[in-house]
């Protein structure tokens, strides 16, 4: 279950925030190596499943006339980059440059880190980077703060302009070694120019399939509808974006005292899900933190993390949490984890024929009779291929149900036991959040046939939160590019004057 379907426009190298793949929180392409300990993996799937926290950007030192007829080669002040985080840009900018070649597998070895290489073999950088680099030349016009991790590895992202833009976000480990590289492409040049929520509506109609979307202004908790597209009231897949109200019971349930952000969960080969994420590849009997979890859950929408933290809250909460978004909680119960989703969906076809005309009492007994077995599909990860949301697999909720999940978890993170929603939420923001936005929230999702994006978004102290919901549902594959940009375009009207 993934943020994200495949799509072949661009790779993405993490940092232990960045994740990817069949049930995620949307992405591009995506290798994460990881500065902490977690081992790579490499995923391609769609739009900005942007993970890492938001960082400031600033114009680099140096004369901009320079900078703006150079490409990224030439680009060389790096601002107030320094030692090694400063040296690995510059490779890295050098070897998108378009007459670059490489770099040899040698070489890459001794440029990424151990922990990176493990998962992502050091001769498929090359074939990667030359995708880039066959594009229209970039130039260096941005380079972010630096972040420094608790383990000594620093962060930093680079904006290169052109007529395809993009955004690289690079990690350098305590030992001067590339441990997570992030290459997004950014908001094309030529975004659809829509001047009304009718117009976005007819406009993602011409892509085929369905589509809904849903806006809203956020309201103590409530979610006051602004527009809704044909179709929007009615329920559909949403993908990963469910974990919004996962993460919801996760605040009830330390606002009573049944857990607390500092908890330590343990992963165990019972729990362990299939990608996105990263919980899956760390070794059985590791510790995560409640918090930690709940991080990695919305910012690469781990989908073991998931199970996690629906394991750890209960059944009470996750009930509580569906009432209060839903007037229709039965349809969402059971409420599957991630790893039900899989087996239910590609592995287990009798039980699937069943479950679409499943009441919620036959639904959890189909679900008690999964084995939890998911070898078959870590064996063979192509076989998650086909959609199985016309089978009513998935979490089929309604534009106004998302909407109302993000007015929910906004009025918790008022709370002090919701304090750490704010930037949980945020630390992934999407897609490119619009000029006039202060504050962009997130979370995607995508599986076969799907592919779904919700936002929060807040331009002024004095006004409301605005929600944009968008739900790609077809009974065939679904390449994102379009429906992204059309995404994109309409974020720039949720945020407009």
């Known amino acids: 279950m993934s943020d994200g379907l495949r799509r072949p426009t661009g790779d993405r190298w993490g940092d232990r925030r960045w994740g990817s793949v069949t049930l995620t929180g949307l992405a591009l392409v995506l290798v994460t190596g990881c500065s902490t300990g977690a081992p790579g993996q490499v995923t391609e799937t769609p739009t900005a499943d942007r993970t890492s926290e938001t960082t400031s950007v600033t114009a680099p030192d140096g004369p901009q006339d320079d900078a703006a007829h150079s490409g990224p080669a030439q680009a060389t002040d790096l601002g107030q980059l320094e030692g090694a985080l400063r040296e690995q840009s510059q490779w890295v900018l050098d070897h998108l440059a378009p007459d670059a070649t490489g770099p040899t597998a040698e070489e890459a070895g001794q440029r990424f880190s151990a922990e990176f290489l493990a998962q992502v073999p050091a001769d498929q950088i090359a074939p990667v980077l030359a995708q880039f680099r066959a594009g229209p030349p970039l130039t260096l016009t941005t380079v972010g703060d630096v972040e420094e991790q608790p383990d000594g590895a620093l962060t930093t992202q680079l904006t290169l302009s052109g007529d395809e833009p993009l955004r690289l976000s690079i990690t350098v480990d305590a030992d001067g070694r590339i441990a997570g590289l992030f290459l997004q492409p950014g908001p094309p040049a030529d975004l659809p120019e829509v001047g009304s929520w009718q117009e976005l509506d007819e406009e993602f109609a011409d892509l085929g399939g369905t589509t809904r979307v849903y806006v809203g202004e956020v309201d103590s908790g409530r979610c006051l509808p602004v527009h809704a597209s044909e179709q929007a009231g009615e329920p559909a897949p949403s993908g990963s974006v469910f974990k919004l109200i996962v993460l919801s019971a996760l605040v009830d349930a330390v606002t009573e005292g049944d857990l607390g952000w500092e908890d330590e969960l343990t992963v165990t080969p019972e729990v362990k899900s299939l990608p996105s994420g990263e919980l899956q590849d760390r070794p059985d009997g590791s510790v995560v933190t409640v918090q930690e979890a709940a991080e990695l859950m919305i910012s690469i929408s781990d989908n073991t993390a998931t199970d996690l933290l629906m394991d750890a809250v209960g059944p009470g909460w996750l009930t509580a949490a569906l009432a209060r978004v839903s007037d229709d909680p039965e349809r969402l119960t059971p409420l599957l984890s991630t790893s039900q989703f899989f087996e239910l969906g590609w592995a287990a076809p009798q039980l699937r024929e069943q479950w679409a005309d499943a009441d919620p009492a036959r639904g959890a007994e189909l679900v008690d009779e999964l084995s939890g077995d998911l070898s078959g599909l870590r064996a063979n990860p192509f076989a998650v291929s086909e959609p199985v949301w016309t089978s009513g697999v998935g979490w089929f909720l309604t534009g106004e149900e998302i909407c109302t ?93």
């Not at 000029?435 to 004095?462: I, M, R």
């Not at 992204?484 to 375009?489: E, I, K, N």
């Open 405 to 497: 999940a993000h007015a929910v978890l906004q009025e918790q993170a008022d709370t002090a036991e919701g304090e750490p929603l704010r930037a949980i939420l945020s630390a992934n923001p999407g897609l490119f959040a619009p000029p006039e936005a202060t504050y962009q929230a997130f979370k995607g999702g995508s599986a076969p046939g799907v592919l779904a994006f919700s936002f929060y978004v807040e331009t002024d102290a004095e006004l409301p939160g605005r929600v944009l919901s968008v739900q790609v549902s077809h009974d065939g594959a679904i390449l994102p590019g379009s429906y992204t940009d059309l995404t994109q375009a309409g974020l720039g009207l949720l945020a407009a004057p």
